[in-house]
């Protein structure tokens, strides 16, 4: 069976509203890796890969990247920050060949969020500990991994947040929420979430933005010669994801999301 076209796949895989998605689709899906994404999904359409296998893939990576950041030095930072972009794009891969095959499932769909999950966790851990510095001669420094944890923690939590709007409103026979219920109900409540998505602090807490964070971190303390960078980078993420933690459910709770 021939390969299709980029053109023929466009229509199919990348339907209506696919890169519109207010909070679905990344913005390095609709910068880049969506038009890199076709080039991959056509060549994989006609193979015995599954997309579910491809998702498996995808966490694989994700994880692996945050294995990398225990490499120590800039190479590490720089493996984890590629192993990121691979995540990305098998993320977008395994919907587009899904999508050509009519093959979208529950099962997939369950499988990515729990990707993402586990991807995100596991670099902010990945950077706590390579924060800590496994390796040096005078002791492991566990406060900075405890701050991973946290980081990772909060990463987790504010997907968790999200996700279980639909949980609570599928156990109560209510359709999945609109985006205009997102909306808080207090207007300075929605002043202040306004500000809040202007300014984009919480993304870094995200796999992508983490990876460049990282990576900008471990750049500057190639010129310092120790962690300073990479410590202060560890705080930082891990008082964005608490207070984002905290701030995402006084949103969600605020919002008609829950009626």
């Given at each position: 069976m021939p390969k299709p076209s980029v053109a023929e796949l466009r229509p199919v895989v990348h339907?209506?509203?696919?890169?519109?998605r207010r909070s679905g689709e990344?913005?390095?899906?609709?910068?880049?890796?969506?038009?890199?994404?076709?080039?991959?999904?056509?060549?994989?359409?006609?193979?015995?890969?599954?997309?579910?296998?491809?998702?498996?893939?995808?966490?694989?990576?994700?994880?692996l990247a945050g294995a990398a950041l225990l490499v120590p030095g800039l190479a590490g930072a720089l493996l984890g920050a590629l192993l990121i972009q691979l995540y990305l794009l098998l993320d977008c891969v395994d919907g587009e060949v899904a999508r050509w095959r009519k093959q979208t499932s529950i099962t997939g769909v369950y499988l990515d969020r729990i990707g993402h999950?586990?991807?995100?966790?596991?670099?902010?851990?990945?950077?706590?500990?390579?924060?800590?510095?496994?390796?040096?001669?005078?002791?492991?420094d566990w406060l900075w991994a405890f701050l991973g944890t946290l980081a990772a923690l909060g990463a987790i939590l504010i997907k968790a947040e999200t996700?279980?709007?639909?949980?609570?409103?599928?156990?109560?026979?209510?359709?999945?929420?609109?985006?205009?219920?997102s909306v808080p109900r207090s207007s300075g409540l929605a002043l202040a979430r306004r500000a809040a998505a202007a300014l984009k602090f919480h993304r870094l807490v995200g796999g992508v933005e983490a990876s460049l964070f990282i990576l900008v971190t471990a750049i500057l303390d190639a010129f310092g010669g120790d962690l300073f960078f990479t410590r202060l980078g560890v705080a930082v993420l891990a008082g964005i994801a608490i207070v984002q933690t905290v701030l995402h459910l006084v949103s969600i709770l605020a919002s008609s999301r829950l009626r």
């Amino acid at each position: 069976m021939p390969k299709p076209s980029v053109a023929e796949l466009r229509p199919v895989v990348h339907p209506a509203g696919v890169k519109d998605r207010r909070s679905g689709e990344h913005w390095a899906g609709r910068l880049y890796m969506r038009e890199l994404s076709l080039r991959w999904t056509r060549h994989l359409v006609n193979t015995r890969i599954s997309p579910n296998q491809l998702t498996h893939l995808m966490v694989v990576a994700g994880v692996l990247a945050g294995a990398a950041l225990l490499v120590p030095g800039l190479a590490g930072a720089l493996l984890g920050a590629l192993l990121i972009q691979l995540y990305l794009l098998l993320d977008c891969v395994d919907g587009e060949v899904a999508r050509w095959r009519k093959q979208t499932s529950i099962t997939g769909v369950y499988l990515d969020r729990i990707g993402h999950y586990l991807s995100e966790a596991a670099l902010l851990l990945g950077f706590g500990l390579r924060a800590a510095d496994l390796f040096q001669h005078g002791g492991i420094d566990w406060l900075w991994a405890f701050l991973g944890t946290l980081a990772a923690l909060g990463a987790i939590l504010i997907k968790a947040e999200t996700d279980l709007v639909d949980v609570a409103r599928s156990r109560s026979g209510l359709p999945a929420v609109q985006d205009e219920a997102s909306v808080p109900r207090s207007s300075g409540l929605a002043l202040a979430r306004r500000a809040a998505a202007a300014l984009k602090f919480h993304r870094l807490v995200g796999g992508v933005e983490a990876s460049l964070f990282i990576l900008v971190t471990a750049i500057l303390d190639a010129f310092g010669g120790d962690l300073f960078f990479t410590r202060l980078g560890v705080a930082v993420l891990a008082g964005i994801a608490i207070v984002q933690t905290v701030l995402h459910l006084v949103s969600i709770l605020a919002s008609s999301r829950l009626r």
